[in-house]
């Protein structure tokens, strides 16, 4: 009868080591797929920063780059628009300069022939037109 029941704990012990070392491999690969998972979501949270990183980073150049072009055709504008202004007061200049000469000195048949006298002859050179 001794042997029986010593037959039996050693068989319950036996089951319960069983179920204890299920129960700690169980636990182990929950812990293990819980830090692969964590692991997982870490390295996909860092590649998401990574390319919103890389996003912001080309729109603040895009950007730039359009508010660089801008200036460079603002600046181009203004250049046009001044040179053309400058064409047109020197024209207006040069038109008052001869239309002056010739209004003052129309002694002489055509006009142009007198603004050419008046530059070239020194009769004429020392006379003031005003």
Do not use: A, E
């Not at 660089?68 to 040069?94: K, L, N």
């Amino acid at each position: 009868m001794t042997i029986i029941i010593i037959i039996i704990i050693i068989i319950i012990i036996i089951i319960i080591i069983i179920i204890i070392i299920i129960i700690i491999v169980i636990i182990i690969i929950i812990i293990i797929i819980i830090i692969i998972i964590i692991i997982i979501i870490i390295i996909i949270i860092i590649i998401i920063i990574i390319i919103i990183i890389i996003i912001i980073i080309i729109i603040i150049i895009i950007i730039i780059i359009i508010i660089i072009i801008i200036i460079i055709i603002i600046i181009i504008i203004i250049i046009i628009i001044i040179t053309i202004i400058i064409i047109i007061i020197i024209i207006i200049i040069i038109i008052i300069i001869i239309l002056r000469v010739c209004v003052t000195v129309n002694l002489c048949g055509s006009s142009f022939k007198c603004l050419l006298l008046s530059r070239v002859s020194p009769k004429t050179q020392n006379h003031r037109f005003d």
